[in-house]
C-alpha cells in the first residue's frame, strides 16, 4: 500500500489506477486470509472428530468410533459377501494391578494390551478401547482361525510385556454373517456374553 501511495503521490499513476490497484490488494489479502481461516477450521474440525472417537489412554478407537467404523465394515461385509468376527476382550488382573501396584501401573498394563492388539491385528480391523478393561476387534474377512488369531496376540503379548504387568484375558467370539438380521448391539452383547462365560469357566476351574 505504501508503494502505491508514492506512486500515486510521484505521478505516476492516477487516482482510478491507484484505487483498482488498492482495491485487488485487499480482495487478494480477503482471500488469502479465508483460505487460512479455512485451513484452521478444518483442522479444528479434526482435532474434535479425533477426540470424540478416540480413547484418550490407548489411542484406540472408543465406544463411539468402534461403532462408527463397524458399521462401515458391515455394511462392506454385505455387499463383498464376506463374513466378519468380532472378538469381546476383557483383561482378568486389571483390579489385582491396581490394588497391588497402584492405578498408574494399571493404565500401563492396559496400553501393553492395546499395543499388543494392534501388533497382533492388521490396520484394516477395527480395534476399540470400550470400557476400563475391555476391548473389541471386529476382524474383517480373516482366513486365519480363532485359534491363530489368539495364538498371535499371546505372543505379542510375550514380546510387549514385563513379568508384573502382563496382562491376562477372557475373551468371547460371535461371527457376522453377510446376511445377519442383528444389530451391533446384538453382536456385542453375543460375543460378550461368551466372554463372560469363559471368564466363569476359568474361575471354576482355578477353584477346583
Known amino acids: 500500500m505504501t508503494i502505491i501511495h508514492n506512486q500515486l503521490s510521484q505521478g505516476n499513476i ?10 485487488a490488494f485487499v480482495l487478494s489479502s480477503i482471500a488469502l486470509l479465508l483460505i487460512y ?12 472428530r479425533e477426540q470424540a472417537t478416540t480413547d484418550e489412554l490407548t489411542r484406540l478407537l472408543n465406544r463411539r468410533g468402534f461403532k462408527l467404523f463397524a458399521e462401515m465394515a458391515i455394511n462392506e461385509s454385505r455387499r463383498t459377501k464376506l463374513p466378519l ?6 483383561l482378568d488382573n486389571l483390579k489385582s494391578i491396581n490394588d497391588r501396584l497402584g492405578h498408574k501401573e494399571g493404565s500401563e498394563m492396559i496400553k501393553l ?14 480395534i476399540a478401547r470400550v470400557g476400563g478393561d475391555e476391548f473389541i476387534v471386529l476382524v474383517r474377512d480373516s482366513k486365519a482361525s480363532e485359534g491363530i488369531l489368539i495364538n498371535r496376540l499371546n ?13 491376562k484375558y ?35 476351574e482355578d477353584a477346583q
Open 37 to 48: 481461516l479455512s485451513y484452521e477450521i478444518d483442522k479444528l474440525e479434526w482435532r474434535l
Open 85 to 90: 468376527t468380532l472378538l469381546f476382550f476383557d
Open 14 to 23: 492516477d487516482e482510478t489506477e491507484a484505487f483498482a490497484v488498492a482495491t
Open 155 to 167: 505372543a505379542h503379548i510375550s514380546n510387549l510385556a514385563i513379568p508384573r504387568l502382563f496382562p
Open 113 to 126: 494390551f492395546a499395543d499388543s492388539l494392534q501388533s497382533a491385528f492388521r490396520e484394516s480391523d477395527v
Open 170 to 204: 477372557s475373551y468371547g467370539v460371535a461371527e457376522i454373517l453377510p446376511t445377519t438380521l442383528d444389530s451391533l448391539d446384538d453382536v456385542i452383547n453375543k460375543a460378550d456374553e461368551n466372554m463372560y462365560k469363559a471368564k466363569m469357566k476359568k474361575k471354576n
